[in-house]
């Protein structure tokens, strides 16, 4: 989101341009000046015909001066006087016509201060609306917080199957209103801190496939009330007030196939109780407290699994590969 200036910086900015703009037009005056001297200087300088010249140089010629032609002080010829007379007079015009044009701010451009844009909840008005009349089975919040009143009207997007909002705060008020939503398959909530409360009211959303809560706020109970999601596939959770029995809840929801803790210190026995869970493929951990001992366990009781820690592969992984490729 680009960043706003205030009043007193916008008026600062527009006295500096302005005090720019004057030094610019003083120089363009002064050389326009110092233009013209030189040019009226140049006329008044005596010119020498092209036979005095021609006869100059043949004098030399016949006196045996070898370097008389190629001399520095070699007087001008009149076409070459006439020909930089003409580019003074056009160098100076074009320069006085430019500083006379800066001087009554012909080029002078004010300050812009931009629009303030719309507030969240008008900006949320036009996103809902659009989604409605279009029938949109998406909606993606981003640029602007969003809080529970504006949430409030999502459930009426009943073909809504994908719901993701990145800024703002969702409590588990609510969330109750999301997990009506007939058709929700995928639900990614940042920096709302949903508790056992609104865990609970998600454990209603039956056809709930992609659940991500990066900065949750249950606990294990809150986690092993989602067992009831049958269809649950994608669980991405992060809460400070998880630990190791998180793995226990977790192990409840066997319809899981990948699951990525966020911040959640689980051992060595937590990580062992997940890797056995039945269907798991995908295993992601960041800041767990799995020792190398652990891991080198995983990598050999169970090389299937794709495993990252902290965002990447381990050394000991038979499936690492660079994810920049």
């Not at 940042?190 to 990066?214: H, K, M, T, V, Y």
């Not at 689980?266 to 798991?280: R, S, V």
């Not at 295993?283 to 891991?295: F, K, N, R």
Request: charged share 25%; with cysteine.
């Amino acid at each position: 989101m680009p960043l706003r200036r205030r009043p007193d910086a916008t008026i600062q900015v527009a006295i500096r341009v302005g005090m720019s703009l004057t030094a610019v037009r003083r120089d363009l005056s002064f050389l326009a000046h110092n233009f013209v001297s030189r040019f009226l200087h140049a006329c008044d300088r005596p010119m020498v015909s092209d036979q005095e010249v021609t006869s100059t140089v043949d004098d030399s010629v016949s006196r045996g001066d070898s370097d008389a032609v190629t001399a520095p002080n070699s007087p001008i010829s009149a076409r070459d006087r006439r020909r930089q007379t003409l580019l003074f007079l056009c160098f100076s015009t074009t320069l006085a016509v430019v500083a006379g044009l800066w001087w009554y701010d012909y080029f002078e451009t004010s300050a812009i201060i931009p629009e303030k844009g719309d507030p969240p909840g008008v900006r949320f008005e036009k996103l809902y609306q659009a989604n409605l009349k279009g029938n949109d089975s998406k909606l993606h919040i981003e640029g602007f917080p969003v809080d529970d009143s504006m949430v409030s009207q999502i459930a009426e997007l009943e073909s809504l199957e994908t719901l993701i909002i990145d800024e703002g705060i969702v409590t588990d008020e609510a969330i109750e209103l999301i997990a009506k939503l007939p058709k929700l398959r995928q639900l990614r909530l940042r920096l709302s801190p949903i508790g056992d409360a609104g865990f609970q009211q998600l454990s209603n959303c039956e056809s709930l496939w992609f659940l991500n809560l990066p900065h949750a706020a249950c606990t294990s109970g809150g986690v092993a009330s989602l067992k009831s999601l049958t269809k649950l596939r994608q669980l991405r959770l992060g809460s400070k007030n998880l630990d190791n029995r998180a793995a226990n809840a977790l192990t409840q929801i066997r319809s899981l196939r990948g699951i990525h803790l966020i911040g959640v210190p689980i051992t060595d026995e937590g990580l062992k109780k997940i890797a056995a869970m039945p269907y798991l493929e995908s295993l992601y951990l960041d800041d767990s407290a799995v020792t190398e001992a652990g891991w080198a366990w995983l990598f050999r009781e169970y090389p299937h699994l794709h495993v990252h820690i902290d965002q990447y592969h381990h050394d000991r992984d038979p499936k690492a590969h660079d994810h920049r490729n």
